[in-house]
């Protein structure tokens, strides 16, 4: 997968595009069933799938706050090219692109490849003040001469799979709910202090205070405690970098 610095970067060389546009915080079953689409669509038109997502959550810039995510951005990307994605470009979300009309940065795209197409969800929105709507993305096609396809978001119990919910039923410690949101156990990433204690780079979600059962790098499961107040410690691991996968099941205790 080739990644791309953000929009005022992509080149010609880089072919006929069909794209989406997202967050991707979870890369969960929703995000996978949209991609497959996106992979789908983009052969049909022959081009590449790609991707425009966010080197931080818009939310910091929108709202002053972003949520506490629920997947590694390395890993995120790993995921996105494992799903057939070949172009990713990591755009940073400021004060200016939130205030970019939708126009103004669709025909940035549209000026520096050859762009094939758009992928959207119906209720998806982008640019500023969110007037970047299917439709008004359609019709600017139109005149710019790409396709915009519609697809209806994935569904389980008659709700839309989301990151937002994937974090209530973590925040509440249903696990093995978030796992059959996410379509793989949920997993946090990032280094262990000397004391053993985790440190992410960003916030991540977590689960209530108390034992959890965690394989670590792919080892068997440990045991890792979240505190009331405080980080998560792991004991008798290495200092360093390390992906901590929760059963499905807490410990008691």
Do not use: C, N, W
Not at 95 to 122: H, Q, S
Not at 166 to 191: C, K, S, T
Not at 202 to 209: I, K, N, Q
């Amino acid at each position: 997968m080739e990644l791309v610095a953000g929009v005022e970067a992509l080149q010609r060389d880089l072919g006929r595009l069909f794209l989406t546009i997202g967050v991707f915080d979870g890369l969960h079953r929703g995000h996978l069933y949209l991609i497959e689409r996106l992979v789908a669509e983009a052969a049909r038109l022959a081009a590449r799938p790609a991707v425009i997502t966010f080197d931080a959550h818009p939310d910091a810039v929108l709202v002053g706050a972003a949520p506490p995510l629920v997947l590694d951005a390395d890993e995120r990307l790993e995921r996105l090219a494992a799903a057939g994605v070949d172009v990713a470009v990591i755009q940073h979300f400021d004060d200016e692109v939130r205030r970019t009309p939708f126009d103004a940065f669709v025909e940035g795209i549209a000026g520096r490849v050859d762009l094939a197409g758009v992928l959207m969800t119906p209720d998806s929105a982008f640019g500023h003040q969110r007037r970047g709507t299917p439709e008004a993305v359609a019709k600017l096609g139109e005149r710019l001469g790409y396709e915009v396809v519609v697809a209806s978001a994935l569904e389980a119990g008659g709700q839309a799979v989301s990151s937002s919910e994937i974090r209530r039923q973590i925040a509440v410690g249903d696990l093995e709910a978030a796992a059959a949101l996410i379509g793989r156990p949920y997993a946090i990433v990032g280094d262990l202090d000397g004391r053993g204690r985790f440190v992410a780079p960003v916030p991540v979600a977590l689960p209530p205070p108390g034992r959890y059962a965690v394989s670590v790098d792919g080892g068997p499961p440990i045991d890792l405690e979240i505190p009331a107040e405080g980080r998560p410690s792991v004991a008798g691991l290495p200092r360093g970098p390390h992906r901590l996968v929760f059963e499905a099941v807490p410990q008691p205790g």
